[in-house]
Every structure is written in C-alpha cells, then in structure tokens.
C-alpha cells in the first residue's frame, strides 16, 4: 500500500471526516471507497479516438 498526502478544501474534509465518523470507518477507507466509485464509474477510455462531433439528423428533406 502507498501513503500519500492530498490537499482538501476545509469544508470537504469536515464533511468528509464527519461522515466517516457516523459509519466509524477512517478518512483513508472513505477515501479510497470513494475513488473507487469514482473510477468504476468513469473507466479508461481510449485517448487515440477520433474526436467527437456533433450529431446530425437527416429529416428526409421535409419542410415541417
């Protein structure tokens, strides 16, 4: 396991703490569950894919 150290805004780590508080887990469990879900929820995507576009949509050329 790596130790590090981050940097939190004041208002997220009393909120942070507090809620680790109610669920008697350590600021590192919430910490590490938290960006668990972060990362589960945004997985690595493929960097080298063409970029995005808008989409367009081909209404058949009727005049509505």
Request: glycine fraction near 6%; hydrophobic fraction near 40%.
């Amino acid at each position: 396991m790596t130790i590090t150290q981050i940097q939190l805004p004041d208002e997220l780590y009393c909120r942070t703490k507090s809620f680790a508080a109610e669920r008697k887990l350590s600021l590192a469990e919430v910490t590490r569950r938290g960006l668990e879900l972060f990362l589960d929820r945004f997985p690595k995507e493929n960097l080298e894919q063409e970029p995005w576009k808008i989409p367009t949509f081909d209404g058949g050329g009727m005049l509505v």
